[in-house]
């Protein structure tokens, strides 16, 4: 298979070319040429377990790979999960279920994709026999998930730029505290989407892209979106049969990467009814699905879901795409449009499969109480939002996104306890490392020569 750039300025690229870019030369980001299709008895047969299922969709994306190498990728990217199903699905009512993304290293969904991108990392520095930097943005679960990936891995040096401030203290814990000499986590004073906006820039800028050998951990790397189509597969065909002609995936999300991935393996043929966005009081997304108008706010404000804390969704540029019928040339005058207002009348948009919810911080606090009291479950502050608007007439399946152990001040001011995970509350005793840096190019630039594998 062979991927393209969502602006369709340049060849297409292989799939090792599509992953070692991470974001298109020309500014875009990757697509598969065509969507596959799966097997009607993938989707409606037995499930199968997480890693045979794995292997049978990433086969159809991952052609440079022989089916036996993309068998050893998948087994070493999910042997270390600590639940036998990988992504168990947990009911809580007759027709409501959990989908528990958080039994990986960091505890939450991230680890889908970024175990697998770690590995494919180590398999492309094998290959090329070229060392590599890598380099992130995080709101807080990305920049985790990518250190539990590459902490400690050989020819890889990992950059993380977060907003300093914004994320919760053990997700910082979890990018500081891990002894790597590879990992350089950057606080940066600002908001997510600032630190995303240097990220983007500084993949742009193709000379210093070159130089460094620059790679990407962010959702914009389409190997991470692809890995997150397979759960979605996992999760519906471990619903009974006679509850499954009206399915509904309510997914929390800021930067639209998650559910873009539900939303491609249902025109892969996953007969998922409906998707609902979930989102914070940073409801870019809820107001796009609610009026069809992509507007940005003046600012982003903190939340009790610091990891959906986000202005500008980049994955929304692959679902434009798809939108306006593949035409490269209407998604980069869109996406001009968006830089030069900030807003955009999405064309074509698909009212029929999305919908969307909006949690302020009294929600979430009030949903993490009624899900604990009514189904004596815990759920962190992101799937909690998932909470908001659960419609009878569908059977549910809302994302936990993240242990709730990496948000203990929360859930404490929503139900009075302090839930903990054995693995985070051996990050409290260590000691932290971080760069300071202003958010700067020049200065970062600088810092990453300085520091880089060459």
Not at 122 to 150: F, H, P, Y
Not at 301 to 316: C, E, G, K, R
Not at 404 to 419: E, L
Request: hydrophobic fraction near 40%; charged fraction near 20%.
């Amino acid at each position: 298979m062979r991927f393209v750039s969502t602006r369709n300025e340049r060849e297409s690229a292989t799939f090792f070319e599509a992953f070692a870019n991470g974001l298109a030369p020309d500014g875009g980001l990757y697509v598969p040429e065509e969507l596959p299709d799966l097997s009607p008895d993938t989707v409606s047969g037995e499930a199968q377990p997480y890693p045979a299922l794995a292997v049978e969709i990433l086969e159809l994306f991952d052609t440079d790979h022989t089916p036996d190498q993309v068998f050893k990728l998948v087994d070493k990217s999910y042997s270390n999960f600590t639940d036998m199903a990988t992504a168990p699905l947990r009911q809580l009512d007759d027709k409501l279920y959990v989908l528990e993304l958080f039994h990986g290293p960091s505890l939450a969904f991230k680890d889908f994709g970024l175990q697998l991108v770690g590995n494919l990392f180590e398999d492309q520095i094998r290959r090329s026999g070229n060392s590599i930097n890598v380099l992130g943005a995080t709101s807080g679960d990305t920049g985790a998930a990518a250190v539990a990936s590459l902490a400690g891995k050989e020819g890889v040096n990992v950059f993380i730029l977060y907003p300093q401030g914004r994320i919760s203290d053990m997700q910082e814990r979890q990018m500081t505290c891990t002894g790597a000499a590879n990992i350089f986590p950057i606080p940066i004073e600002g908001t997510f989407d600032d630190c995303q906006r240097l990220v983007k820039t500084l993949f742009m800028d193709e000379e210093f892209r070159s130089q460094v050998r620059l790679s990407s951990i962010n959702s914009i790397n389409l190997a991470r979106v692809l890995a997150q189509t397979i759960y979605y597969v996992h999760a519906f065909t471990q619903i009974p049969a006679e509850k499954s002609d009206q399915v509904e995936f309510i997914v929390p999300t800021g930067n639209f990467g998650n559910v873009f991935a539900g939303w491609m393996a249902s025109r892969m043929g996953l007969p998922a009814n409906r998707f609902k966005v979930a989102t914070n009081r940073n409801d870019i997304l809820h107001r796009l699905f609610s009026t069809g108008v992509y507007e940005e706010q003046a600012s982003v404000s903190p939340s009790f879901a610091p990891s959906m804390d986000i202005q500008v969704a980049s994955n929304f540029e692959r679902f434009l795409y798809y939108s306006v019928g593949g035409d490269g040339a209407q998604v980069c005058e869109i996406m001009n449009r968006i830089r030069d207002t900030g807003r955009i009348e999405i064309p074509n948009f698909d009212r029929d499969t999305f919908c969307s919810t909006r949690s302020n911080d009294e929600d979430i606090i009030a949903n993490i109480k009624m899900v604990h009291e009514k189904y004596d479950y815990v759920v962190d502050p992101h799937t909690a939002c998932g909470f908001q608007a659960i419609d009878p007439e569908y059977t549910t399946v809302v994302l936990g996104t993240a242990h709730p152990a990496k948000f203990p001040s929360t859930i404490h001011k929503a139900i009075g306890i302090h839930p903990k995970h054995p693995s985070l509350e051996k990050l409290r005793e260590k000691q932290q490392v971080r760069y300071d840096l202003d958010p700067d190019l020049d200065e970062i630039r600088a810092f990453m020569l300085l520091n880089g594998v060459m």
